[in-house]
């Protein structure tokens, strides 16, 4: 099993930055698939972006260019760098984690994009 802390969330204006971080506890975090989630106000949660156990990315088409996943093993931390931050981005945001049967989540991270 393992527990999952998000950080980073906050205000900023259109065009701004921020960094999420999401830190790992509890199992081998180098073994799991690692992802990013979001929800808006009366909407699903949907995927963000995602890397696997070897690095591998995909990205949600409103993601594309804009924000880069990563992962740092070591840390046991996950990360999404956004940039060119919209409005529409504006959602709670979840760490995940899969592996075999387990399916995991944080407890997520406020973002607001507003001016």
């Not at 971080?21 to 799991?32: E, K, P, Q």
């Not at 804009?66 to 840390?75: E, G, L, P, Q, V």
């Not at 409005?87 to 001016?115: F, H, I, M």
Request: aromatic share 10%; hydrophobic share 30%; proline share 3%.
């Amino acid at each position: 099993q393992v527990q999952l802390v998000e950080s980073g969330g906050g205000l900023v204006q259109p065009g701004g930055s921020l960094r999420l971080s999401c830190a790992a506890s509890g199992s081998i975090f180098s073994r799991y698939h690692m992802g990013w989630y979001r929800q808006a106000p009366g909407k699903q949660r949907d995927l963000v972006a995602s890397i696997t156990s070897g690095g591998t990315t995909n990205y949600a088409a409103s993601a594309k260019g804009r924000f880069t996943i990563s992962r740092d093993n070591a840390k046991n931390t996950m990360y999404l760098h956004m940039n060119s931050l919209k409005p529409e981005d504006t959602a709670v945001y979840y760490c995940n984690a899969q592996r075999l049967l387990g399916n995991y989540w944080g407890q997520g991270t406020q973002v607001t994009v507003s001016s």
